[in-house]
């Protein structure tokens, strides 16, 4: 049973690491990031390490995401609708 469900984790872990790379707007690649570091947190509880789970959900996904968020903003790439271009 935990073998099923170790192997779900690590391909929804999967599958959020390739939309990072995949995803063309940097919002969403962010979001993916965040996703990825929640999955490897839910699999550190699997395997009964409950400090380091929490410590990857506070620094892997709250506190990067927040760095990499306040950073695109910084830089003025964080709208989400870049392939729209308004010629009115």
Known sequence: MTEWLALILVVM?????LAVV?????????AA???VSLVVAVIFVVLRAPDVAM???A????????????GVRRLGLWKLNEGKKDDA
Do not use: D, K, R, Y
Not at 13 to 17: E, G, Y
Not at 22 to 30: D, E, F, Q, R, S
């Open 13 to 17: 872990m999967l599958a959020a690491a």
């Open 22 to 30: 995949l995803v063309p707007n940097l919002v969403g690649a962010i």
């Open 33 to 35: 990031s965040s996703a």
């Open 55 to 57: 410590t990857e959900a």
């Open 59 to 70: 620094v892997g996904a709250g506190l990067s995401a927040a760095v990499l968020g306040l």
